[in-house]
Nanobody, 115 residues
Framework: QVQLVESGGGLVQPGGSLRLSCAASGTIASINTMGWYRQAPGKQRDVVAI???????YYAASVKGRFTISRDNAKNTVYLHMNSLKSEDTGVYYC?????????WGQGTQVTVSS
């Protein structure tokens, strides 16, 4: 069983920055991909960014050039650095981790971009 603890959400003005963190703990054999998804009010949950164990990254088109995903394999932690935030980035951000045949979701952290 793997537990994910997210942190770093909050309220920020347009153009501002935030950093999200997600630490995995528990019985972890190996973590494959780690990623971030977000769910805006009234919308489905969509991928924001994914990073593989070998540090290959994928970004949604809407965040490319503004967000950076990174991971620390020694700490089983994934980060999402968000710059130039826009109101449309508002939503609940969920951490997602894939290990072997299982995947896990964090509890979600709220990000609100508003003046």
């Amino acid at each position: 069983q793997v537990q994910l603890v997210e942190s770093g959400g909050g309220l920020v003005q347009p153009g501002g920055s935030l950093r999200l963190s997600c630490a995995a703990s528990g019985t972890i054999a190996s973590i494959n991909t780690m990623g971030w998804y977000r769910q805006a009010p009234g919308k489905q949950r969509d991928v924001v960014a994914i990073i593989s164990h070998a540090f290959t990254t994928y970004y949604a088109a809407s965040v490319k050039g503004r967000f950076t995903i990174s991971r620390d394999n020694a700490k089983n932690t994934v980060y999402l650095h968000m710059n130039s935030l826009k109101s449309e980035d508002t939503g609940v951000y969920y951490c997602h981790v894939v290990t072997g045949s299982y995947d896990y979701w964090g509890q979600g952290t709220q990000v609100t971009v508003s003046s």
